[in-house]
């Protein structure tokens, strides 16, 4: 999942404002979701924006909520609270001349009212016809603190009549009352992280200046949302954040979901009651996740001060009904605008409800209904794949996570079909072990009779080329690199040619370790560059013979600079003995595998930094000591030729860019006065 | 101590080793973006070390150049306008919050759905004459009255006395502010621009103002006005027609006589401007399909209608690329009108643009915005202030260009009263002049087509350079056309894109030549034919806009700072510049053009100046240049062009992707199909492709409704294999996915459309929620139930979702 998520940062834009084409949307702000490229997409519109209340009197309101079908809005400035029945829409105020300034309201399943009222720091509970049954006020708890500040801003319900408030500047973390008002304790924490420039500077900082530069404060939760499953939902303030979904510990049980888009200054958040996820940022996008945490979409947007539906300026609110309308409060233009569902966002509630309740032939065939509308969903692929899976029906479910790019799925789709041919097959793969083995112990009995037969000794004395007899070499310094170095010194072995051609060989075995490992273990061929590969592989390699050159030759080594072309192109013998397998074998194995690939590599890492070594010392007739000094040296060579080249080419850019600039505004001050 | 180092080295070398072999993990270098890694630190936020992504960064982008920005704390008019906050010190005061009680049961505007008409009714509260008020012309139809002393007059209809006044009574203004009642009571304004590019505005009724000078005629008057604070002087001439009056400005009647710079005059701000809900009706703006704002109570609004007639001139305004692919932009305003009706069906007017429509604004305010008045107005440009770049880096100054629009303005009111006063009397006014002028002519009866536009190859990335992707063969097109004859459709028109070498993305502009690697000439010259017995086979390409290997780089049209028009689209993983093409370019390859069926995705709906020096060509040159070389490819060639504006109406057959939306501002009560209803029976209008749209029900309801015929943008492979190519906005091409729906659509639609072939709409009502019934010029009458339940009309039950064909009852 991880090269998803590089590839998803790498993939900033791949969207033009202006389409070539066909994107268009009947709404006012395009939907997009994750292509099977691991990209953001243009999408066919998931929701239309269907329905505005402009008309409610609304002044500065701070939150909406909506439960089994009753709306709710905390409308601050007037200091009320409207609850409104989706059906009848009649508009029912409550809390008139108690509540100062409600920022938050939720209700319970029984159809009591829960608001959080800032300015009169307390929280209320209303009953169903709007009376006020319980107010809470700071606990007195030792336990919550004696110094805390309680300043309620968003509220969900408790059992038993209590409540989970959001606590403004508190960092202990969500409040937990009591039906009574009693003070449970602190649920669900946030916690700090530590980013390694904070681990550095807590071990070199004194306490003091610890206490000075570094922030320990948890980040402050945003809201709160309590679903019909009964989980606490929170998210956090600021950027890069996630939706939470607290088991009863308080846990974040989303916390290792795959593919999980972060979210910039959420403002408020929902759960339908199919479990999906829905947030609104600050900046009026909406953002949609499946219950276990994967992205489904983007849609609305920033108003930028304009009056288009559909778009917002400071959304404050955001809840969803029965019918998977999202409601979306803005808190300055007063208006709650509804989206409805398009028959494509449809169809994939009902795969996902389907496949929930194991109904997989359903879900897969509401999802081709999806895959028509948008070919390219990531999100419709994988859970396609994945009905295949419970089925049983692994080839077709390894097709779907192909199509979808999710190497962790495709392997387990993967590990399945390949146990299902080695069962079929046990047979004729037994047969074959069984035919090799006869030969070759056919081969063992013939040979006593008749010594050399079939082997290369006949062949041995004939004379190579020089070419061939120096690529073969290669072999030779597999098994006994000191030889070989000292045969390259001397002139025995090697060529400039030979090594030319041996590079160029690694090269090709790198690209193929790259792009040829099979689906699970290569890169996406089609972002795949061979000009940057080349340009790294043989930059690397450019630097680390130029600075061994030059350290060389300026500590007594004796070699030439032909003596270490040609030795470093032996000494990538590992590779050519280690990578052709690996990359064969890189193509039957699942990642659950992915072990033993890992270790061939390592071993063939530590391998060349021996013969690296080895090479080195010989070359240039070093003792053990002299060979680490040149070697450590040449690294730190390598190290700063980079950063004085990267330094060189943004000053020379920089300089063009000024004397650009001076010029181009000198010229045009004189044309335009 | 041996064994340290050699682990240490291993270390490193394992460390510096790794980056070669196992990069393509860490991916930074496997699409490395050397345009990112060359930003300063500043341009691009760095993303967050996170090991999870953070979509919204991906998609927010940079923010739109700073240029419109440039003068910090200066009131910039042009911000104001746009409905940004002004600054302290604007020249607008805001005004009073509405207040608006809490209503018993929750009303929501339904967004979509369709809302009945209002009743038609006859309107008492309108403008009324004064003592003060002269007669000075009158004919048949119209009386003009002035009131020399407030500089303003009246019309009234005769046919039915409805006034209809510059200005309303000043009584009613006294809750504005000083400025906003002299706006009021103007019938021009000129806004001007002072040396470092601040825009204000300038009034005749200023107290240095010389005081206006009026003669008559016997069809009207004109006087001439004094703009101290602009320093202008400009005279307005009002002359009645035969069914309403111009209102004119010339060009040589300006003079500016100071340091200041104009630039822009607003003609007629207040002219039948109705106060909240006092009067029953609505303005018709030209947004996108067309879109109506009724007259209803001040409301939270937080800015007024403001767009450029035949979209933003990059010539003179740069795209700002990525400012936000996020929100779908505005539609344009296709056609040079706007009308306002009073009553509906009492009276109306249709103010049309008959001069300088090149460079006109229409601005449209609901109640609520500044004032208690809905009022909608032009305004023309003579100057924009542009900002100058001054190198690579983003550092710009604000620069005033030196030369003024050359344009005469004339709007013309055309007054309607009675059935005609409602926006589908405007649009038969508008298609009728259209008519007479020899600009659209009516259809013959033909078939009801089915577009089906087909992209035959595009250039992708390939591992090593870029290489030719076919999407569909010509056989495989052929087999498309088959399929759906064989379903039923009688009439298959089909327009192929990226048809020549290179594909959607890298072919020449204009380039007729079929790529072989698509199929023999023989194919396609059996496609066409067997296309063409009912239908049109398109060749369909851009012309003025391309990427860096289509356009010709000697044809390039330059923006008013000296630099290349270009629009930035960085994203796109093979080629990220579009230029533009000038004038010149565009005659030379049109003219050029075979007589082959053409489809032209953006001449008709991309308007730019080109200011090369030596050879500035503006505007309305260019305009009046695309018009005229589109005729005469349509004298030999049948035409279609991808949501033209109304200049390029006299040299098209077909429009294709007609609007089917306005931009959905909230004031922007009802969505019309007014762009339609004025072309309807003078060309064959398709829908955008229904693949991409949203399946709903609504979308081939609104295909009967607003007389489109359906059309798809299909390939044979499926649209994944196109993610390494330009063309990322495809996500539902495969046409096997789509066949079934397309000949349902067309099955749906047939009847009804077949009825009206030929024939122009003359009345479109909502008699009742979602309820649309259409009147067309041949005596059908269509009933369109947008709704999920039976509806009854006329006698007739209509089932849900669905159109019925009636004739019109004799009356």
Redesign the interface.
């Known amino acids: 999942m991880?090269?998803r998520?590089?590839?998803?940062?790498?993939?900033?834009?791949?969207?033009?404002?202006?389409?070539?084409?066909?994107?268009?949307?009947?709404?006012?702000?395009?939907t997009?979701n994750?292509?099977?490229?691991g990209r953001?997409?243009?999408?066919?519109?998931a929701y239309?924006?269907?329905?505005?209340?402009?008309?409610?009197?609304l002044r500065g309101p701070k939150d909406l909520f909506i439960k089994d079908d009753i709306l709710y809005v905390a409308d601050s400035g007037n200091g009320r609270v409207?609850r409104?029945p989706l059906d009848?829409?009649?508009?029912e105020?409550i809390g008139a001349g108690l509540l100062r300034n409600p920022t938050g309201v939720a209700a319970d399943e029984d159809g009591r009212i829960y608001v959080a009222d800032y300015t009169a720091r307390k929280a209320y509970r209303f009953a169903r016809d709007g009376s006020l049954e319980m107010t809470f006020e700071k606990p007195e708890a030792a336990s919550f603190g004696r110094n805390s500040s309680y300043i309620p801003l968003k509220v969900a319900p408790g059992d038993g009549g209590g409540l989970y408030l959001v606590n403004e500047g508190s960092v202990a973390g969500i409040v937990q009352m009591s039906g009574e008002g009693d003070f449970l304790g602190y649920f669900a924490a946030n916690t700090v992280t530590m980013?390694l420039s904070d681990l550095l500077r807590s071990i070199f900082l004194t306490e003091e200046q610890q206490r000075f530069s570094m922030a320990r404060t948890p980040p402050a939760f945003a809201n709160i949302f309590r679903g019909d499953d009964r989980l606490i939902y929170t998210i956090n303030r600021g950027?890069?954040v996630?939706i939470k979904k607290h088991a009863i510990s308080g846990a974040n049980l989303l916390d290792d979901a795959n593919a999980?888009?972060?979210?910039?200054n959420p403002v408020d958040l929902a759960v339908a009651p199919d479990g999906r996820m829905l947030a609104v940022?600050t900046?009026g996008?909406v953002?949609e996740y499946t219950a276990d945490g994967y992205?489904i979409c983007?849609f609305a947007?920033?108003?930028?001060?304009?009056?288009?539906?559909?778009?917002f300026?400071a959304p404050a609110g955001i809840g969803v009904d029965s019918r998977n309308n999202i409601y979306v409060l803005d808190e300055?233009?007063?208006?709650i605008q509804?989206f409805a569902p398009?028959?494509?966002q449809d169809s994939l509630y009902r795969a996902m409800t389907h496949y929930n309740n194991g109904a997989y032939d359903d879900s897969i065939a509401s999802l081709e209904q999806v895959v028509?509308?948008?070919?390219?969903?990531y999100l419709a692929h994988l859970l396609l794949g994945r009905n295949y899976l419970q089925k049983n029906d692994y080839h077709a479910a390894e097709k779907e996570f192909r199509?979808a790019g999710d190497r962790a799925y495709f392997s387990q789709a993967y590990w399945e079909t390949r146990n299902l041919w080695l069962q079929n097959n046990t047979g004729w793969i037994l047969a074959v072990v069984l035919v090799v083995f006869l030969v070759w112990l056919g081969l063992g009995v013939i040979r006593r009779f008749r010594p050399g037969f079939l082997t290369r000794k006949g062949n041995a004395e004939r004379s190579q080329p020089r070419l061939v007899h120096d690529l073969l070499q290669v072999g030779y310094a597999v098994r006994h690199p000191i030889d070989n170095y000292y045969n390259v010194r001397v002139g025995l072995t090697g060529s400039a040619l030979a090594a030319t051609v041996l590079y160029v060989l690694a090269f090709v075995l790198?690209v193929l370790?790259?792009?040829a490992r099979g689906f699970i273990f290569s890169?996406?061929?089609?972002?795949?560059?061979?000009f940057?590969?080349a340009v790294?592989?043989f930059g690397?390699l450019a630097l680390f013979l130029a600075g061994n050159f030059f350290i060389s030759s300026i500590n007594d080594g004796d070699g030439t600079f032909r003596q270490i072309y040609i030795g470093s192109a032996y000494a990538l013998a590992p590779v050519f003995l280690i990578l052709p397998p690996v990359i064969l074998l890189s193509n039957v194995l699942s990642l659950d595998e992915s072990f033993f690939v890992q270790a061939a590599?390592?071993f063939m890492?530590?391998w060349?930094?021996v013969t690296?070594?080895l090479m080195v010392m010989q070359i240039h007739d070093y003792s053990?000591?002299e060979g680490?000094a040149s070697?450590?040296m040449t690294?730190f060579f390598?190290v700063v030729a980079i950063l004085v080249g990267s330094l060189v080419f943004l000053l020379l850019?920089q300089v063009v860019?000024f004397v650009?600039?001076?010029?181009?505004?000198v010229v045009?001050r004189v044309r335009?006065r | 101590m041996s064994g340290c180092v050699k682990k240490f080295v291993c270390v490193l070398a394992v460390a510096l080793a790794l980056p070669v072999i196992g990069w393509a993990e860490a991916a930074p270098a496997a699409t490395p973006n050397l345009f990112n890694m060359l930003l300063p630190a500043t341009a691009t936020p760095e993303p967050a070390p996170a090991a999870t992504p953070n979509l919204f960064d991906m998609l927010k982008g940079t923010q739109a150049p700073a240029a419109e920005t440039a003068a910090p704390g200066t009131p910039n008019l042009f911000d104001m306008l746009k409905g940004t906050p002004a600054p302290a010190g604007a020249t607008t005061a805001p005004p009073a919050p509405t207040v608006v009680p809490t209503p018993a049961i929750a009303v929501a505007r339904d967004t979509l759905a369709l809302r009945a008409d209002l009743p038609a009714q006859p309107v008492q509260n309108g403008a009324k004459l004064t003592d003060s008020d002269r007669l000075v012309a009158e004919n048949a139809r119209v009386r003009l009255y002035v009131d020399e002393a407030a500089c303003s007059f009246k019309v009234e209809d005769v046919s039915n006395g409805y006034l209809f006044a510059s200005s309303p009574a000043p009584e009613r203004l006294t809750a504005l502010n000083r400025e906003w009642q002299n706006m009021a009571s103007s019938i021009v304004v000129a806004e001007s621009l002072n040396a470092s590019g601040t825009a204000s505005r300038a009034f005749y009724m200023a107290d240095n103002a010389d005081a206006p000078v009026f003669t008559y005629a016997s069809d009207g008057f004109s006087v001439a006005l004094h703009f101290p604070a602009a320093q202008v002087r400009l005279t307005v001439h009002v002359s009645l027609t035969a069914s309403g009056f111009a209102i004119s400005i010339p060009h040589d009647s300006i003079i500016e006589d100071g340091g200041m710079y104009l630039s822009r005059v607003l003609v007629l701000p207040f002219f039948g401007a109705a106060e909240g809900d006092t009067i029953p009706g609505y303005t018709l703006i030209p947004d996108g399909s067309g879109a109506l704002m009724r007259f209803e109570k001040p409301a939270n609004y937080l800015a007024a209608f403001t767009g450029r007639v035949y979209g933003q001139d990059y010539g003179t305004r740069r795209p700002s690329a990525r400012a936000s692919m996020r929100w779908a932009g505005v539609t344009d305003l296709n056609l040079p009108l706007f009308g306002m009706a009073h009553g509906p069906d009492w009276s109306a007017y249709l103010a049309l643009c008959t001069q300088g429509e090149a460079f006109m604004q229409i601005e449209a305010s609901p109640a609520g915005v500044m004032t208690q008045f809905h009022r909608a107005y032009a305004a023309f440009i003579y100057r924009e202030s542009y900002s100058q770049p001054t190198g690579r880096s983003s550092a710009s100054f604000l620069a005033i260009p030196p030369r003024t629009n050359v344009l005469d303005v004339t709007m013309e009111y055309v007054l309607l009263s009675g059935e005609e006063a409602n926006y589908s009397g405007m649009a038969s006014v508008y298609r009728q002049r259209l008519i007479d002028q020899g600009i659209l002519a009516k259809q013959q009866d033909s078939e009801v087509p089915l577009l089906l536009r087909v992209l035959m190859a595009e250039t992708e990335k390939g591992v090593v350079g870029m290489s030719r992707l076919v999407m569909t063969t010509l056989e495989q097109a052929q087999g498309f056309v088959d399929t759906l004859r064989a379903g039923g459709v009688r009439r298959v028109d089909t327009a192929l894109s990226g048809y020549a070498r290179g594909g959607l993305s890298a072919q020449k502009l204009g380039n007729p030549a079929l790529d072989n690697a698509l199929g023999s000439r023989e194919a396609f010259d059996k496609l066409a034919t067997s296309v063409s017995q009912q239908g049109q086979a398109y060749l369909e390409t851009a012309m003025v806009t391309g990427f860096d290997g289509q356009v010709d780089r000697a044809g390039l049209a330059y923006n008013v700072d000296g630099g290349l028009i270009t629009l930035d689209m960085p994203d796109k993983p093979l080629f990220t510049k579009q230029s533009f093409q000038n004038l010149q370019y565009v005659q030379q390859t049109l003219a050029a053009l075979p007589g082959a069926p053409i489809a032209l995705r953006d001449i008709g709906n991309q308007l730019h100046s080109d200011h090369r020096e030596n050879r500035v060509q503006p505007r309305a040159a260019v305009m009046l240049g695309y018009a005229e070389v589109l005729r005469q490819l349509n004298d030999r060639a049948q035409v279609a062009l991808f949501t033209p504006y109304a200049y390029a109406f006299g040299g098209m057959d077909a429009a294709m992707e007609a609007p089917m939306k306005n931009s959905q501002f909230s004031y922007e009560t009802d969505t019309v199909p007014f762009y339609q209803m004025v072309l309807s029976g003078c060309a064959d209008v398709f829908t955008t492709p229904l693949n991409y749209g949203s399946g709903t029900a609504r979308e081939a309801l609104q295909l009967i409704d607003y007389n489109v015929s359906p059309a798809y943008l299909v390939t044979y492979k499926g649209a994944g294999d196109l993610r390494m190519s330009n063309t990322t906005d495809l996500y539902s091409s495969r046409f096997t996915d789509w066949q079934d729906d397309m000949l349902a659509v067309y099955q749906r639609v047939y009847e009804p459309l077949r009825a009206v072939r030929g024939a122009s709409v003359i009345s479109r009502r909502v008699p009742l929620d979602g309820l649309v019934k259409l009147g067309y010029d041949n005596g059908v009458v269509l009933y369109v139930n947008y709704t999920a339940s039976p509806q009854t009309l006329d006698g007739l039950t209509i089932a849900p979702e669905s159109a019925v064909l009636g004739k019109e009852v004799e009356q």
């Open positions: 991880f090269k998520a590089a590839a998803l940062l790498l993939a900033l834009l791949v969207l033009a404002p202006v389409s070539v084409l066909a994107a268009q949307t009947a709404s006012t702000g395009y997009i994750i292509g099977v490229d953001p997409q243009l999408t066919q519109d239309l924006p269907t329905r505005l209340f402009m008309d409610l009197g409207l409104i009848t829409l009649e508009v105020i980013s950027e890069n996630a999980r888009i972060l979210l910039d940022y900046d996008t953002g992205f983007l947007g920033p108003g930028n001060r304009t009056d288009r539906i559909g778009l300026d300055r233009r007063q208006a509804v398009t028959p494509a028509k509308y948008n070919d390219t969903s199509t790198l370790f790259q792009v890169v996406d061929v089609s972002r795949y560059s061979l940057y590969t790294y592989f690397i590599m390592v890492l530590a060349t930094l690296v070594y053990f000591k680490t070697l450590l690294l390598m850019k860019v650009q600039d001076a010029v181009t505004e045009l335009l």
